[in-house]
């Protein structure tokens, strides 16, 4: 699989609402896990909402959404992310150390409780990168 960009939306209790509406408009395939399910909620609140959702058109549009955590914040207008992801460990890393050059790694990119290597960050412009490389 190549690497693929595309939008990450941040939503205070709404994702899964959201995916569905977005799945009705496109159509194509939703899944879902919420924080119970990975035991990674910051709040007894947390566990039915969303920790990551995703929907696969057959247009070939991703769309990827998550619901805040509590205790985190929730800035409308900022709560769009880009996410780069695949199996392309060598050029995802690349990617995710140039786009940290002069920003901010919020999330260092290394293993994750789902099993891949994952890692977040704001580049120098402001612009919120998600990094996902599966199977790592």
Do not use: C
């Amino acid at each position: 699989m190549a690497s693929r960009l595309n939008p990450y939306i941040q939503f205070d209790g709404s994702a899964r609402e959201a995916l569905e509406f977005y799945q009705g408009v496109f159509g194509g395939d939703l899944t879902t896990s919420t924080f119970g399910e990975f035991g990674a909620g910051h709040g007894p609140d947390d566990d039915s909402k969303l920790m990551h959702g995703q929907l696969e058109t057959p247009s070939g549009f991703t769309l990827m959404a998550a619901d805040t955590p509590q205790g985190m914040p929730y800035n409308p207008g900022e709560n769009i992310s880009i996410s780069l992801s695949g199996d392309d460990g060598d050029d995802l890393r690349g990617y995710f150390t140039k786009l940290s050059d002069g920003g901010k790694v919020t999330v260092p990119l290394e293993k994750q409780m789902w099993g891949d290597e994952f890692g977040q960050l704001v580049d120098r412009f402001g612009v919120n990168w998600l990094v996902n490389i599966s199977g790592s």
